[in-house]
């Protein structure tokens, strides 16, 4: 086997969607504006939820959470604030301050929202999402990191089966797998050796892209890759969707009535689709990837 050429991209660079370090980071077109807050509520607990949690505690808008304990709250799953009017402030928590952590969270369609001085780290997918129309968001004094949905997969041809694949990447990432994903930003090398003992080796970035706000007059759709669901969210009104398979058979369709939608992927077989969303502006099409 001849050692060059023998990997070949198939899909060489999939953005990743997730939050970077951030300090006094503000999305709006000016300084968030709170209403005055009705209630201050204390977070207790470091549970995912119950009594005392974070979770508890944003169920309701129009109020300021702090927190009277410190450490890590360790999710279980995303966790969704779609109240309005709240400050999640971790400023006076004790020591070592606050740290969300395990999946990913996010702000979905609100308005008038502040996050100060919290942690958000080693998620499963996105630390951090805001997702929607959102209106006067701030994200102040936090950071992100070690949390993302980037991935790379490789088609390998010439030399003999069976192929072992030798990857590494940012902050003693390794992998001995075809594909690799859930990636932060960085590069990534893989040498691919055949059962002849020959080889050959290539490097893939994987780069940041941010936090996605509404495309003008189409969609975005995501995560992509997906795995047990897929976010839509477009500048106009949505008004349907289709999915359908590489052979054009339509598999998921469905009315909305709003700027987004959630599809559940969980039984859609892992392979590739074609999503038709259809706004007051027109019908737009993507490619969708699905894993499980």
């Avoid at 959470?65 to 709250?73: A, M, Q």
């Avoid at 893939?204 to 892209?209: N, R």
Wanted: charged share 20%; hydrophobic share 40%.
């Amino acid at each position: 086997m001849k050692a060059k050429h023998i990997i070949r991209p198939y899909l060489s660079r999939l953005a990743p969607y997730y939050a970077a370090a951030c300090a006094a980071l503000l999305l709006s077109t000016g300084a968030a504006q709170l209403q005055e807050q009705t209630a201050s509520v204390a977070v207790t607990s470091l549970k995912d939820s119950g009594p005392g949690s974070l979770r508890e505690a944003v169920k309701r808008g129009n109020r300021r959470v702090r927190f009277s304990v410190g450490g890590e709250i360790r999710l279980k799953k995303i966790f969704e604030v779609t109240a309005d009017n709240l400050v999640i402030d971790g400023t006076d928590a004790p020591r070592p301050g606050v740290t969300i952590t395990g999946k990913p969270f996010a702000l979905i369609g609100v308005r008038n929202a502040q996050l100060k001085n919290l942690r958000f780290r080693n998620s499963s997918d996105d630390n951090l999402r805001i997702i929607g129309p959102c209106l006067n968001v701030l994200v102040e004094n936090c950071s992100s990191t070690h949390g993302g949905d980037g991935a790379i997969d490789i088609t390998v041809s010439g030399g003999t089966n069976p192929y072992t694949y030798a990857w590494t990447g940012p902050d003693g990432f390794t992998a001995t797998t075809q594909d690799i994903g859930a990636l932060e930003a960085g590069d990534y090398s893989v040498v691919v050796t055949d059962n002849n003992n020959c080889d050959s080796s290539a490097t893939f970035a994987v780069e940041l892209t941010g936090i996605y706000g509404p495309v003008e007059g189409g969609f975005k759709a995501f995560p992509n890759p997906a795995n047990d669901r897929i976010q839509l969210i477009s500048s106009n009104q949505i008004q349907g969707y289709r999915v359908a398979d590489l052979l054009g058979n339509f598999i998921l369709t469905g009315s909305v009535t709003g700027n987004s939608a959630t599809l559940s992927t969980a039984e859609l077989a892992a392979g590739i689709y074609m999503i038709e969303v259809e706004t007051v502006m027109g019908r737009y099409l993507r490619k969708i990837t699905v894993r499980h």
